[in-house]
């Protein structure tokens, strides 16, 4: 039987390191569109409680829940990350596996927000866009879903681009990773 | 020359530089300006028309006369303000707009001729033969006039864009700007405080005054300092805002290491996003026009003041003062403290103060200078007559103008004030903005502390903060004494717009000729078009014009301001887009096999596809074409098919939508197969087609073509949100998901049972039938789908896969006697089938067109429907899609190319369709081509003739059907 191998979006690209910005790839596991038929939000925020813990998020937001999480993905639209879904979430909303679809990569280090004000149109200031915030914005010229992606050693950003432009969304974050290490 | 004991620069540190090869030696914490000027270096350049020696005129950002050439070589900047570049070591510093020697100057012949040179000169003699003036006229003068020239070659510095967003940002860190940043910080606002200069204090940077007993300099640096270390403070140095936009945004330019060599951004052009402004933008001081006032040596009161005071440095060892205001009197109080002497102050006014330091001549207006490149006296006239002096330094103050700028970037017009004889802002005009201190019309020290605070406290209460007490420092009143003088009546010529070598005649002039709009005259004597937009000039040239008029300065109006306040490098405005960096780049999963495998890419919008396989013994695209052209027709080819827009649609009414978008039925495709669906625009013209899978009861998959993706996408959105909001569906891209591949040819079935394990039935697996598929262990989806005519399937895997499943089929396609095509293949594949692309589907075709009229479903609307039955657009007249071949000697088909009847007149009325699409068929062993043609359809069998007059070429031609190969299509459904 012919054997699949697996290749990551940003594969040879990362991780990188300039100054005291990091950026890394991340595998999240599943990530999974959601986006609610008519009425059915409420339904949908319910069978995500059952099975993950966790609730719909507000626009411009995400939840967490074990290592769940679900992030505002644009209009009707929600993203789980992590688990894959469960069968009853079919019932309430389109189901939409987007799990290859998206480079996903992690900017973090004391000031990361001052690499993204030189691409992102958002106020990105930790204070500003804090604990449990996510975007649809422009990152450079691509469509970019951020959301804030903290650890033990600070706040960090989980930045997903789509996968074609990996190579790209690369070369623009560590464009700016560069500019900003060299003022400091 | 330096005077010891003076200015606030480190003389400790010696900075080496070159101004036009000879060296000289300044300090950190000098412009070029003041190092220049400590060397006693007076003439910097030639002016723009009349190639005049020229000097430096000011210590800021407004400077229109020192403009000089940066660096050398990749790295010169032409046209940068010496007043304004920091001095690092090294720097290599040019003068422009000379030859062969800023010394000598050929060109200052023109200076001779200027009688001749006046405004409306070029505009008059330049008239006729016509021809002339784009191919030697104007070319001449502009060689002739002109600035700095750039490199010619890919400027390698980098440049960063960035964005800020605060609640309240204030431009200007002068004594407004600083208290209106502290009292905006205090109220708990998030503050940006910007300011152009390299050190904080705005005018105060300059002069010899006291704030709340301390220097007023050390006043300005100790706040600046407690600003901050406050957490909600943000200040930006060296960072010029050079517009205000819509909603509370603003351009700003922030210079970064200037042209000291490096690593880092040379610049950064920043988009401020502020809720509120406060504009603290001070003042900029005015000259008097007098007869040959360009003279190097002369120069701002102000700036006098500030190099003595900032930079240690004396312009002139002689030095006198002309003005008609009390300001000016400080110079020479400045001056004389310093031990540097003053001729006396030439006052205009009759009442002006006296001074027990030095002499005040009241009632004197100079008329006139002297010396060869540098001024070495000056004639002045009093009531008793006119009287000749020696000076090599003439400080003037014609009094200052309100920075207004910013506040006209958005159509505002500003307020004449007859009591300080100068323009302010006109309030409100920049929504958000509030206005501050000098550049408001406040020209105390007092008033603008006192204006920061009101305008800051104004500003925080808009956003719902109580701002707080704030003490205002004691500080000097002082201001003013004014008295109108523009300009000293005599001969000769005195000089408005030292930039663009305008003159008190030239407004003259232009009044005379009935250009008495200030526009007008703005553009006939080209006042204020230069790159400084006339800052120092304006005011005094429609006061000129205003008298010229019999009008009064109001009435006169101003010219318009526009952005940016002063001159952005382009590099700055383009950071980050050069090169590849212009667009972001679409790479499919085979890229890097593909690159491997020397295939040249070509952009499909921003996706890069293969053009071909080139393989050894191939010289020309066409043998690899012919050869993979071959493997479909012939065995079994690879093609990388992500590239096509996939979405995915599901929901109650995921087929009601289909229903409406498509001209042909979705609702009654069953779960399993796949439809070839056209999509019409409102209009009724085509838009895009593709196919559409039916993967389950509420759940579809629609192909888009790659370059109608993103369109089509939007065009759902818009359909499910304006349209139909009731449906009940949702719509998503997943393009990027699923790596898909074309494996097409007779060997393709074969293939793919090896590849998967299993059989694949044509009973099973019926042409235009779809399902799961599962490949070593991953879930896919496999569509019996042809765009050649062959049997045809794409497979579909997530794209992780991607990559290990192309090579594991373009391996076993190799095996089978096949391989990869690329997008040349697959074009001429879907030329001889006479299917379509963008060539066909652009733009201006209808259904009824492309013979596919009969695809609008009678049973149901869709969107277009009406439209694309209007009489017009189904009138059998218009020109339809048919098939060519060349049946004469020349077998050349060339698409752009247009057809026309045998015997007719090559004239755009003969003019009967044109040809979309060509290519060389090597199943056919001749060149075919898609055309439209007038009632094409019913023209089979008739000759044609193909003519492209671009190439000169003519190609005769047969109509036939567009289906050139296999037109019954057993071959696809085998």
């Known amino acids: ?184 | 020359m330096r005077i010891e004991g003076k200015g606030r620069i480190d003389r400790s540190t010696w900075y080496g530089f070159t101004f036009d090869g000879v060296h000289y030696e300044g300090h950190p914490g000098d412009t070029v300006a003041s190092a220049l000027l400590a060397h006693d270096v007076r003439m910097v350049g030639r002016s723009f028309k009349y190639h005049r020696p020229r000097g430096i005129l000011t210590a800021g950002s407004a400077e229109p006369n020192a403009l000089v050439t940066v660096g050398s070589g990749a790295h010169a900047s032409p046209n940068e303000r010496a007043t304004m570049v920091e001095l690092t070591p090294g720097l290599q510093v040019t003068s422009q707009n000379r030859w062969p020697s800023l010394g000598f100057d050929v060109l200052s012949v023109n200076d001779l001729a200027a009688p001749f040179f006046g405004a409306g000169f070029y505009y008059k003699t330049f008239m006729w033969p016509k021809a002339f003036w784009e191919k030697v006229y104007e070319p001449a003068i502009r060689r002739a006039a002109g600035l700095g020239a750039l490199s010619g070659v890919t400027d390698p510095e980098e440049c960063e864009k960035g964005f800020r967003f605060c609640d309240v940002l204030v431009i200007g860190a002068g004594p407004a700007g600083l208290m209106a940043a502290k009292l905006a910080a205090e109220a708990g606002a998030d503050v940006i405080l910007a300011d152009e200069g390299t050190e904080p204090g705005g005018q105060l940077t300059a002069e010899v005054e006291e704030i709340d007993g301390m220097a007023a300099h050390e006043w300005a640096a100790k706040l600046w300092a407690e600003l901050g270390a406050m957490p909600n403070v943000r200040l930006m140095l060296r960072t010029t805002v050079t517009g205000a936009y819509d909603q509370g945004t603003y351009g700003a330019l922030e210079r970064l290491r200037g042209h000291a060599t490096g690593h880092g951004p040379r610049e950064c052009f920043w988009r401020i996003a502020a809720k509120r402004a406060v504009l603290a933008a001070g003042s900029l001081e005015r000259p008097v026009a007098f007869r040959d006032n360009d003279r190097p040596g002369i120069m701002t009161a102000g700036a006098v003041r500030a190099y003595l005071n900032r930079w240690g440095v004396s312009p002139g060892r002689n030095v006198t003062v002309f003005a008609n205001n009390d300001d000016a009197h400080r110079t020479a109080r400045d001056l004389v403290m310093a031990g540097v002497k003053v001729n006396a102050v030439l006052d205009a006014r009759h009442d002006a103060p006296k001074s027990d330091d030095f002499a005040v001549i009241r009632g004197a207006q100079v008329c006139g200078s002297h010396g060869r490149k540098g001024l070495d006296g000056i004639t002045y006239r009093t009531a008793s007559g006119e009287t000749t002096i020696m000076t090599d330094c003439l400080a003037v103050s014609g009094g200052w103008n309100p920075t207004v700028h910013l506040t006209c970037h958005m159509g505002g017009r500003p307020v004449w004030r007859d009591d300080i004889l100068a323009f302010v802002p006109k309030p409100g005009a920049i929504p958000g903005m509030v206005t501050a201190g000098a550049c408001n019309g406040a020209f105390s020290t007092a008033a603008c502390l006192a204006e920061g605070v009101a305008a800051a406290k104004q500003a925080v209460e808009d956003l719902g903060l109580t701002a707080p007490d704030v003490t205002l420092p004691e500080a000097g009143t002082e201001a003013g004494g004014i008295f109108p003088l523009w300009a000293v009546p005599g001969k000769g010529r005195a000089w408005l717009d030292f930039q663009n070598d305008v003159t008190v005649k030239d407004v003259k002039q232009a009044a005379t000729e009935n250009y008495q709009s200030v526009e007008h005259m703005k553009r006939y004597t080209t006042q204020g078009m230069a790159t400084d937009q006339g800052k120092m000039s304006s005011v005094a040239a429609l006061a000129i014009l205003a008298d010229a008029t019999g009008r009064g300065i109001p009435e006169t109006g101003t010219t318009t301001f526009r952005p940016p306040f002063s001159p952005i490098s382009i590099g700055a405005l383009g950071a980050g887009s050069k090169g590849s960096g212009f667009a972001p780049q679409r790479y499919t999963t085979s890229h890097a096999a593909t690159v491997a495998r020397n295939a040249p890419m070509i952009e499909a919008g921003l996706w890069y596809r293969p053009s071909y396989f080139p393989q050894a013994g191939e010289t020309t695209w066409r043998q690899s074409c012919d050869r993979e052209v071959g493997y479909v027709r012939n065995a079994v080819g690879i093609s990388d098919v992500t590239t096509l827009g996939k979405i995915d649609i599901q929901g109650p009414d995921a087929a009601e939508l289909l229903d409406i978008v498509y001209t042909g039925l979705f609702s009654t495709l069953k779960v399993g197969k796949v439809r070839y669906g056209l999509m019409l625009r409102e209009d009724g013209f085509v838009m895009d087609d593709g196919t559409t899978a039916r993967l389950g009861e509420n759940h579809y998959v629609m192909t888009t073509t790659t370059a109608a993706a993103g369109q089509v996408m939007a065009h759902l959105d818009f359909v499910t949100q304006v349209l139909r909001p009731d449906l009940d569906v949702s719509v998503i891209s997943v393009t990027e998901q699923w790596a898909q591949f074309a494996v097409a040819g007779p060997k393709s079935r074969p293939l793919l049972e090896d590849l998967l394990e299993t059989t694949l039935t044509a009973e099973d697996w019926p042409f235009m039938s779809c399902g799961p598929v599962t490949v070593g262990g991953v879930t896919g989806r496999l569509f019996r789908i042809s765009f050649s005519g062959e049997q045809g399937w794409e497979i579909a895997v997530p794209a992780r896969y991607g990559a290990s499943l192309f090579d594991a089929l373009v391996a076993r396609a190799e095996a089978m006697g096949g391989g990869l095509y690329g997008m040349e293949a697959l074009n001429v594949l879907r030329i001889e089938k006479g299917f379509l692309t963008h060539a066909e589907l652009h733009g201006r075709t209808t259904a009824f067109d492309l013979g596919m009229g009969r695809m609008i479903s009678a049973k149901k609307d869709c969107i277009g429907k009406v439209m694309a039955a209007r009489e017009g657009l189904v009138d059998p007249g218009r020109a339809q899609l048919v098939g060519l071949k060349p049946v004469g000697e020349v077998q050349q088909l060339v698409s752009g190319a247009h057809l026309f009847r045998e015997g007719a007149k090559i004239e755009p009325e003969n003019d009967q369709g044109y040809v979309t699409s060509v290519c060389y068929s090597p199943t056919l062993g001749h060149s075919i081509g898609l055309a439209f043609l007038e009632r094409g359809p019913r023209r089979y069998g008739e000759k044609i003739r193909m003519i492209d007059r671009t190439k000169g070429l003519e190609t005769l031609c047969e109509v036939v059907n567009p289906v050139f190969f296999d037109p019954e299509g057993a071959r696809a459904r085998d």
């Open chain 1, 1 to 184: 039987m012919i054997e699949l191998v697996a290749s990551t979006p940003c594969q040879g690209l990362l991780p990188l390191e300039h100054g005291p910005f990091t950026l890394t790839e991340l595998t999240p596991g599943s990530l999974t569109a959601l986006a609610p038929f008519s009425g059915q939000d409420a339904a949908l925020s319910r069978a995500l409680d059952a099975a993950f813990g966790l609730s719909l998020p507000d626009v411009g937001a995400a939840t967490a829940g074990g290592s769940a999480r679900v992030i505002w993905f644009g209009r009707g639209q929600y993203l789980l990350i992590g688990p894959a879904p469960v069968a009853d979430l079919a019932n309430v909303a389109a189901v939409t596996d987007q799990s290859d679809a998206w480079a996903v990569v992690r900017l973090s280090g004391e000031g990361a927000d001052e690499v993204l004000a030189r691409l992102v149109p958002v106020d990105m200031r930790p204070a500003v866009f804090g604990e449990g915030a996510a975007i649809r914005t422009y990152l450079g010229h691509m469509t970019v879903s951020i959301a804030r992606d903290d650890d033990a050693k600070g706040p960090g950003y989980r930045i997903m681009a789509f996968r074609s432009m990996a190579g790209t969304l690369v070369h623009e974050i560590e464009t700016a990773m560069a500019a900003v290490a060299a003022r400091l």
